[in-house]
């Protein structure tokens, strides 16, 4: 899908409305942007953050949510080595849920993902996968965006953020079970329903 009718489908879901910035401005953006094929149009967090993204994910018509604990989500950055385009919307290329790294842990994966010539992905980034391909996100088969961690002095978090979907227990809330939620893992743990998402590369940068 070209990234005019990707920023179509942004639009639809309320992008303009929670950055306060106009179509035009962001069609602006757009028209500067590779016809890639494969490609996702990523929102920067500059533009929207993951929490003000979230709302506007669904699942069976169940809006997303990011979980209560998560008070800090805004502090999670993308990790050193990565850096994004100076751009509000830019291009992340051949997305995949890393299905084959599920029961890896996020320590385990990081340089097997470098090895393969591609990089995580941040929690904006499978988002805004999520807002294209939303069928990406299925029970069992969800993934996390291990591109982001919060910085702690000279160490990191030792969470990873991570999308699901919630299954209504605890402070989630019988209301959200089905509901698609960005939470999060230790970057040391595993779990056999999580994959751990990369991309070939982001756009318009240089490959």
């Known amino acids: 899908m070209s990234p005019t009718r990707q920023l179509h489908r942004l639009l639809e879901a309320g992008l303009a409305d929670i950055t306060g910035s106009s179509a035009a401005e962001l069609a602006a953006c757009v028209a500067m942007l590779p016809d890639e094929p494969r490609s996702v149009l990523a929102v920067h967090p500059a533009l929207a953050t ?17 979980v209560d604990d998560m008070v800090d989500l805004e502090q999670f950055v993308p990790i050193g080595g990565l850096a994004l385009p100076d751009s509000p919307l830019y291009l992340v290329c051949e997305p995949d849920r890393g299905d084959d790294m599920r029961n890896w842990s996020p320590n385990e994966a990081l340089p097997v993902i470098h090895e393969r010539g591609r990089t995580p992905l941040t929690v904006n980034e499978g988002i805004s996968w999520l807002l294209q391909e939303p069928k990406a996100l299925e029970p069992n088969h969800c993934f ?4 982001s961690r919060r910085p702690t002095g000279s160490t990191l978090d030792a969470r990873t953020p991570a999308i699901w979907i919630s299954g209504g227990t605890g402070r989630d809330g019988t209301a959200r079970r089905g509901a698609p939620k960005i939470g999060w893992c230790w970057a040391g743990n595993r779990h056999t329903w999580l994959g751990i998402s990369s991309a070939r590369h982001r756009a318009p940068f240089d490959r």
Do not use: D, S
């Open 50 to 66: 993951a929490r003000q993204l979230a709302p506007l994910l669904r699942y069976r018509h169940k809006p997303g949510f990011v």
């Open 144 to 147: 996390m965006t291990i591109g």
